[in-house]
């Protein structure tokens, strides 16, 4: 038992990374944003890094039109009144859903609790995110049901590529 509790205290901590400020070229666009200060941040602090696209992982392509959430934000996806719509008009609403509850699961699976997410998409943004086609305050949908579950949720803008 002891020796239980030994092993566990000296498992690293996993934080949830969005995967585009990894480097990963998920976005609508194909692009990245990778995050060198992030990336450096974390290397600092010794904890396994696990990067997660919730957009990919719901079944989207890359690269894809970009979306953006109706009037009332992600709270209101997430409650089944709210939807996520491409610029053209295509309804992708259970795309960001199911790809923010596999979040989750991850977080879960892996005993997550922060997550460093990329402000300003409709998926992962903290402080801003994009309704109705502008960018206002507000969360992403799987940020906002990240929250939820009580992880803590930290905003990055993300390093120069495309954007
Ligand atoms: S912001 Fe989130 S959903 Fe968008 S590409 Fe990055 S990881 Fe994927």
């Known amino acids: ?13 996993t934080v949830l990374v969005s995967a585009c400020l990894l ?5 609508y666009d194909g692009r990245s944003r990778p995050d060198e200060p992030l990336a450096r941040a ?12 919730p957009e990919e992982e719901g079944g989207l392509p890359t690269p894809r039109p970009p979306a953006s959430l109706t009037g009332e934000g992600a709270a ?9 719509l491409t610029d053209g008009g295509a309804d992708v609403t259970a795309a960001f859903v ?7 699961a991850a977080c879960r699976a892996h005993l997550v609790r922060r997550a460093f997410l990329k402000e300003r998409s409709p998926s992962c943004g903290v402080e801003t995110t994009h309704v109705a086609g502008a960018r206002v305050e507000g969360r992403g949908v799987t940020t906002e049901l990240l929250a939820r579950a009580g ?12 954007d």
Request: proline fraction near 2%.
């Open 98 to 104: 199911a790809g923010a509850e596999a979040a989750l």
């Open 42 to 53: 974390l290397e600092a602090e010794g904890v396994a890094v696990l990067g997660f696209c």
């Open 76 to 84: 209101a996806v997430l409650d089944g009144h709210g939807r996520v």
């Open 1 to 13: 038992m002891l020796l239980g509790v030994e092993s566990e205290a000296r498992e690293r901590e």
């Open 151 to 162: 992880l803590c949720v930290e905003g990055v803008e993300g390093g120069s590529e495309g």
């Open 23 to 27: 480097g990963r070229p998920c976005r």
